[in-house]
């Protein structure tokens, strides 16, 4: 059968597409000589040609690579918030016409650059860049609908017809201009603004955000909790989608979501659970926005929900590097500092270097927790050009982003040590502990106890009851506030003490080790804040007491055994057992806030410090001590 070009032209190239992935569906005329594989009736291919050409309309974006490259004025800015918008396909840098482009594409390009929002820009140096420059526009246009979380996810537009400079005649190339969140931005006024709720707390009122993240290693990820009559919850992983964790991350000043993370993977909340089945359409300002079920039975925290955002290149690890170590993740800390009008390498003084300045670091290396702070770096052989110490002083909250946000001396160096072996070190870990305090065991277990000083002679050595008890009369009683303790083990991994066994201290009146000689602070504040009793709990045993259900205890105190407290385990202190409680003899009845601090000094790292202070609102009458309303974090008591 003979097949003419006017038969053949618009069935050949759909078959062309299917075979070799050719992206849309065309009416360009193709002809082709005279072949048996091309004999079709007239039906089939009528139904072949309306089958591929719905396909081919349903296609997303396929590109190699994507960048927003900023104009030459722009470039020294970081992070890069603006410019035209350029895909890389095959090979080449190309860019994409302006004339179907839509904000809903801009929302997205932005989402995937760690940005949450877009902004309007002036159009008229560009028009005048895209002239002088030469062209090579991509062949396609796109559609997005706003909520997609990365390019790929939109679907591909109609084919543009390339034609040299004279394509997209009637418009120019793509430019995206966007809000960086406040911690990105130039100045705070001009970053994106999250969403905040005005909240009652005991002193005054406060705005507190809406949702916050939590146990995230990395910048822009964590679990996601949210605040709802006063105290923090979490959110159950049912129907838990990128789409609402976009809505999260947007919300929190970040770009789209890379992933929505299901099954407590970093790490177990505390409290109630907040929401279940969150469905978002993705266009809320805040999580609470969107559709969820109130009624959380059946869900436990090992469901908690959690996000990983895009954030901004910031270029914080152009600045900051590890030297020495034996691996990436540990190292003498190195900074490059301004040194007679050059950039040069130079290291850390070690003076109060701790854990939430090696947190800063590990952090903006993207090396996740820290794992150790090191004062003493003579074992890991750095550069020797880089001995000489460039900064000097440096305290950290440790939620700063970079080491230099910190405070320090500036260009002042002081430091009594000099460097070389005394320069700061770390070591960094992807996981990390994170230990809370069981607020209801404390509520209920607390009692008053009455007990003679002759029976306090061991526990007034270890400095556990008031400095009156020095000069008091041995047949005289200390009334002391007692109650249990029940620390969890939240984290992705296991609480050890910093120190090894054979630096452990030994007590002869209690004969026993102490592996951390301050474990908890235990603390009568008023209410105003101002302390009126204290006490303290050395670790002379930290072990595995009970676990969760399928997890087998690994650490024992018995016979000189290993210390620590297993994930997902808790360590219980008895009210019974020395040292736990407060000495109120010399407190007056009143009403007053009691205070639980665990590893105050920061001694181990863990993935969250906010959860490791309990306060509880307290009535004492002279004979009665009443304890309620106890909460853990940072929200507080009415």
């Not at 050949?12 to 009416?27: A, H, K, N, Q």
């Not at 109060?352 to 770096?377: D, I, K, P």
């Not at 890991?380 to 440790?398: H, L, N, Q």
């Amino acid at each position: 059968m003979d097949s003419s070009p006017e038969d053949c032209d618009w069935l050949l190239y759909p078959v062309e597409w299917f075979m070799f992935g050719t992206v849309v569906c065309s009416w360009t005329k193709i002809y082709f000589q005279r072949s048996e594989l091309y004999i079709l009736s007239a039906v089939l291919r009528a139904v072949m040609t309306l089958f591929l050409c719905s396909v081919s309309q349903g296609l997303t974006v396929q590109v190699e690579d994507m960048r927003i490259r900023a104009t030459y004025s722009q470039r020294k800015r970081i992070p890069i918030t603006e410019g035209f918008l350029e895909v890389k396909d095959g090979g080449k840098w190309r860019q994409i016409c302006n004339e179907e482009w839509t904000e809903m594409n801009s929302r997205v390009i932005c989402g995937m650059y760690g940005f949450p929002g877009v902004k309007r820009f002036n159009t008229r140096p560009y028009k005048l860049l895209a002239k002088r420059r030469k062209k090579n526009y991509w062949g396609f246009s796109v559609n997005c609908t706003g909520n997609e979380a990365n390019l790929a996810d939109c679907k591909l537009g109609r084919e543009i017809e390339l034609k040299g400079n004279s394509t997209c005649g009637q418009g120019m190339p793509v430019v995206v201009s966007c809000v960086p969140g406040r911690a990105f931005a130039p100045s705070v006024s001009t970053g994106f603004r999250k969403a905040y709720r005005v909240e009652v707390d005991s002193l005054a009122l406060q705005q507190q955000p809406l949702v916050r993240l939590r146990g995230g290693a990395m910048i822009g990820e964590g679990r996601v909790e949210v605040l709802k009559n006063g105290e923090w919850g979490t959110v159950c992983d049912d129907n838990w989608n990128i789409r609402a964790a976009t809505v999260v991350c947007r919300e929190l000043g970040f770009g789209s979501a890379k992933e929505a993370l299901t099954g407590a993977r970093l790490g177990q909340g505390i409290g109630l659970v907040h929401m279940n089945e969150v469905e978002c359409s993705g266009f809320e300002k805040s999580l609470t926005e969107c559709y969820f079920n109130r009624d959380a039975l059946g869900c436990s925290h090992e469901e908690d929900a959690a996000v990983r955002c895009n954030v901004p290149a910031m270029g914080f690890h152009t600045r900051l590097r590890l030297s020495g170590g034996r691996n990436p993740y540990e190292g003498r800390v190195e900074v490059l500092a301004e040194k007679n009008g050059t950039l040069a390498w130079g290291t850390v003084c070690s003076d109060n270097w701790g854990t939430m300045e090696a947190m800063v670091v590990c952090r903006q290396l993207g090396l996740g927790f820290a794992s150790h702070a090191f004062q003493e770096t003579w074992y890991w052989g750095g550069e020797s050009s880089a001995d000489t110490v460039v900064m000097s002083g440096v305290r950290c909250s440790g939620t700063e982003l970079t080491l230099d946000q910190c405070l320090h001396h500036g260009k002042h160096i002081q430091c009594a040590k000099g460097g070389g072996r005394f320069s700061a070190g770390v070591s960094c870990t992807q996981t990390a502990p994170d230990l809370v305090l069981n607020a209801q065991v404390v509520e209920q277990t607390t009692y008053l106890e009455d007990r003679p000083m002759y029976a306090l002679q061991c526990a007034q050595e270890e400095n556990c009851l008031s400095s009156s008890a020095d000069k008091a009369d041995p047949t005289s009683y200390r009334r002391l506030l007692r109650f249990s303790s029940q620390i969890h083990n939240n984290g992705q991994s296991d609480f050890r003490p910093r120190a090894a066994h054979h630096s452990w201290i030994w007590h002869e009146c209690h004969r026993h080790y102490h592996s951390m000689e301050v474990f908890t602070h235990y603390d009568l504040l008023s209410l105003n804040g101002t302390k009126v009793a204290e006490g303290h709990k050395a670790s002379f045993c930290l072990e595995d007491s009970n676990c969760d259900e399928g997890i087998q205890k690994r650490y024992e105190c018995a016979n000189f055994g290993a210390q620590g407290i297993t994930v997902g385990c808790w360590d219980t202190y008895r009210h019974d057992i020395d040292c736990q409680w407060i000495d109120i003899t010399d407190i007056k009845p009143g009403d007053y806030i009691f205070q639980v601090v665990i590893n105050p000094n920061y001694e181990v790292a863990e993935s969250d410090y906010t959860n490791n202070v309990m306060k509880c609102r307290s009535r004492y009458d002279g004979q009665r001590i009443w304890m309620y309303n106890c909460r853990i974090g940072e929200t507080f008591i009415s």
